[in-house]
């Protein structure tokens, strides 16, 4: 696993730690959890990352380090739900993604929904970009069309034609993909299971059939969710109910 500490992420973590309010005491827990991390105390760092989760920030290197905390501590199941979280904010960045294919490799199950790699490859900027900076690039884009059509407009320059194409191009394929995430994020949620093992059944109790089994790690897709349980899909077949403290959504 890639070394964390000490990194510009890092210090743009410990920048928005300290922009929040109280400043001085976030800033104290964020460097506290990192101490606890360099010394090897897992529990301690994990406490002290969450708490400033807690506290409302929302950050993407902070989830980064308390998956690599937990992943220290041997839970795989937080780990890879932190991964996660911290992908869907920064998912550029290369040693996270490093370190979540590194984690998914110790997962028992297989990927239940697997994303094609030539939809990866057509859609790469998708996969590559948050969804925050998908919306900028849709709104610049719209802006620089706006600007190209005026221009084009008033001097009435046919060299101007292939550029505003070219922009108008860019403006349709960003403001979709930005219409898609909001679409997604609203109606696609997924979770990760967390224990190491769990048995997912056809209802709520503990009586109930057991339909298949799930381990640490595995991502299922929520389909319905309940003030106890969560109905999630593994595969097209395999769909059944958990708890929620057995899979937390990402």
Do not use: C
């Not at 490859?121 to 969804?131: A, D, E, G, P, V």
């Not at 394929?173 to 995430?181: D, E, G, L, R, V």
């Not at 997604?184 to 997924?190: A, F, N, R, S």
Request: no cysteine.
């Amino acid at each position: 696993m890639k070394a964390w500490l000490l990194t510009a992420g890092s210090l743009v973590l410990l920048l928005t730690v300290a922009a929040t309010a109280p400043a001085t005491q976030n800033a104290r827990t964020f460097m506290n959890g990192t101490e606890a991390y360099r010394n090897g105390d897992w529990p301690a760092a994990i406490a002290a990352f969450k708490s400033l989760v807690a506290k409302g920030v929302n950050n993407g290197n902070l989830f980064y380090n308390l998956g690599n905390a937990y992943l220290k501590n041997e839970d795989l199941g937080h780990a890879l739900l932190w991964y996660a979280r911290a992908l869907k904010r920064i998912p550029d960045n290369p040693d996270l993604r490093f370190n979540y294919e590194y984690a998914l490799t110790l997962t028992k199950d297989e990927r239940g929904q697997k994303e094609s790699p030539l939809l990866r490859i057509l859609f790469f900027w998708k996969y590559q970009l948050s969804h925050s900076s998908v919306r900028w690039m849709a709104i610049l884009f719209n802006a620089a069309l706006w600007i190209a059509l005026s221009v084009l407009i008033s001097r009435k320059k046919r060299l101007l034609r292939p550029s505003v194409i070219l922009i108008a191009a860019a403006t349709l394929i960003f403001s979709a993909t930005a219409i898609y995430n909001y679409v997604e994020t609203l109606q696609v949620k997924y979770a990760v299971i967390l224990p190491e093992q769990v048995a997912v059944r056809s209802g709520f109790s503990d009586t109930d059939t057991q339909l298949f089994v799930l381990h640490a790690g595995t991502k299922v897709r929520v389909t319905r969710q309940a003030d106890t349980h969560l109905l999630i899909r593994y595969t097209e077949d395999k769909i059944g109910w958990v708890k929620r403290s057995e899979a937390e959504i990402i």
